[in-house]
């Protein structure tokens, strides 16, 4: 963004830049509409998994993470914004609204999380044997209850009932010919240009994680080493409220932790298995002792740099995903 932009070019680049963020498959289930004074966020239901997600949590849960995106592209170019969610009733698909205040100093801190929008991947090669220090832990759970929600690590019990429920939830996955079908038309092998999982961000052969990692169409071909996860942190993103309201701020927060973690050069690893089934959900549950809704279970762990990353997945062109509204008659 430059000088001399009007504040509707302002938004519709904050929208393309949100295009960074992930999502469930890539499905990257957005819309945006950039108005002359506000941007607006829809779900985009033809991108939504109805098998694996007939309620729309990993929907939404995504749409927070590029709202996030949006936030931190306008605080990295020095701009206020103030945001109102779900704000119309009538029509739950509005997801978010933003709208630009004052432009003022442009924080280091947003700066950082724009650049580290850029170079973050999701990772699912196992993770190294250096512990995620604890002082950095304690900071991505203070980003999580910043936006609203709670990030709970989980102590080795825990991990176990979490090894559990995504069991649970990857065996009926496997038996129900509507989410492979899904599966195969999102990741690996050939799909649609600009969208899914490639290939070369699944791994070659099962990692030897605690927790299994989600089973893809077919295998990949990111190559893996022999490590497993034991010094991995897992933990579990959640909130007061099962609902879109919740499920937004979940996605906020996950993209708040994640460009966060990626600063201190931290890996997060997305786990939603065990959150889509009803009956994993309920056992999720129980590991946070009724004390909130699962939103997503995530790996926390410091990446093997030694290794060539996977490499960044496709992105939709912006105008597939942002719509430019025209200015009212008499204004240009
Ligand atoms: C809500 C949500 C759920 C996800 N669940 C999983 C998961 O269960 N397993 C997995 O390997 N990746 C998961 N991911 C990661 C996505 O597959 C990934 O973000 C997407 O393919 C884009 O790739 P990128 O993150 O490297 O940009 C999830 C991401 C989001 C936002």
Same mark, same amino acid.
């Given at each position: 963004?430059?000088?001399?932009?009007?504040?509707?070019?302002?938004?519709?680049?904050?929208?393309?830049?949100?295009?960074?963020?992930?999502?469930?498959?890539?499905?990257?289930?957005?819309?945006?509409?950039?108005?002359?004074?506000?941007?607006?966020?829809?779900?985009?239901?033809?991108?939504?998994?109805?098998?694996?997600?007939?309620?729309?949590?990993?929907?939404?849960?995504?749409?927070?993470?590029?709202?996030?995106?949006?936030?931190?592209?306008?605080?990295?170019?020095?701009?206020?914004?103030?945001?109102?969610?779900?704000?119309?009733?009538?029509?739950?698909?509005?997801?978010?609204?933003?709208?630009?205040?004052?432009?003022?100093?442009?924080?280091?801190?947003?700066?950082?999380?724009?650049?580290?929008?850029?170079?973050?991947?999701?990772?699912?090669?196992?993770?190294?044997?250096?512990?995620?220090?604890? @002082?950095?832990?304690?900071?991505?759970?203070?980003?999580?209850?910043?936006?609203?929600?709670?990030?709970?690590?989980?102590?080795?019990?825990?991990?176990?009932?979490?090894?559990?429920?995504?069991?649970?939830?990857? @065996?009926?996955?496997?038996?129900?010919?509507?989410?492979?079908?899904?599966?195969?038309?999102?990741?690996?092998?050939?799909?649609?240009?600009?969208?899914?999982?490639?290939?070369?961000?699944?791994? @070659?052969?099962?990692?030897?994680?605690?927790?299994?990692?989600?089973?893809?169409?077919?295998?990949?071909?990111?190559?893996?080493?022999?490590?497993?996860?034991?010094?991995?942190?897992?933990?579990?993103?959640?909130?007061?409220?099962?609902?879109?309201?919740?499920?937004?701020?979940?996605?906020?927060?996950?993209?708040?932790?994640?460009?966060?973690?990626?600063?201190?050069?931290?890996?997060?690893?997305?786990?939603?298995?065990?959150?889509?089934?009803?009956?994993?959900?309920?056992?999720?549950?129980?590991?946070?002792?009724?004390?909130?809704?699962?939103?997503?279970?995530?790996?926390?762990?410091?990446?093997?740099?030694?290794?060539?990353?996977?490499?960044?997945?496709?992105?939709?062109?912006?105008?597939?995903?942002?719509?430019?509204?025209?200015?009212?008659?008499?204004?240009?």
């Amino acid at each position: 963004m430059t000088a001399g932009q009007t504040s509707g070019e302002v938004l519709a680049s904050a929208a393309a830049a949100a295009g960074a963020a992930p999502s469930i498959h890539n499905t990257q289930p957005w819309r945006w509409v950039a108005h002359p004074d506000r941007l607006e966020l829809y779900a985009e239901r033809s991108r939504q998994l109805s098998a694996t997600d007939p309620e729309g949590r990993m929907l939404t849960i995504s749409c927070g993470a590029a709202l996030h995106h949006a936030r931190i592209a306008l605080a990295a170019q020095g701009w206020q914004a103030t945001v109102s969610r779900l704000p119309d009733r009538a029509d739950p698909d509005l997801l978010a609204r933003i709208s630009l205040g004052e432009r003022n100093g442009i924080s280091p801190e947003a700066a950082r999380l724009h650049h580290a929008a850029d170079i973050r991947v999701t990772d699912r090669r196992p993770v190294t044997r250096e512990r995620v220090p604890p @002082e950095t832990l304690s900071r991505l759970t203070r980003v999580a209850e910043d936006e609203g929600v709670h990030l709970q690590p989980l102590r080795e019990g825990q991990v176990d009932d979490l090894a559990v429920a995504v069991n649970q939830a990857a @065996e009926v996955h496997a038996g129900d010919l509507a989410v492979q079908a899904e599966l195969r038309r999102w990741t690996g092998g050939q799909r649609a240009e600009g969208t899914g999982v490639p290939d070369e961000s699944i791994p @070659e052969q099962p990692p030897r994680t605690n927790v299994a990692g989600r089973t893809f169409a077919h295998p990949g071909s990111l190559p893996i080493g022999g490590d497993n996860d034991r010094t991995a942190t897992y933990a579990i993103l959640h909130g007061d409220t099962d609902d879109p309201a919740g499920w937004l701020r979940a996605g906020e927060a996950l993209s708040a932790i994640w460009l966060t973690a990626t600063v201190f050069g931290v890996g997060l690893l997305p786990i939603s298995e065990a959150v889509e089934m009803p009956a994993s959900r309920q056992t999720l549950r129980r590991t946070l002792s009724f004390l909130g809704w699962p939103y997503l279970a995530m790996r926390l762990g410091i990446p093997d740099y030694g290794h060539a990353e996977p490499p960044h997945t496709p992105r939709l062109p912006a105008d597939r995903t942002v719509q430019v509204a025209p200015a009212p008659a008499g204004q240009s």
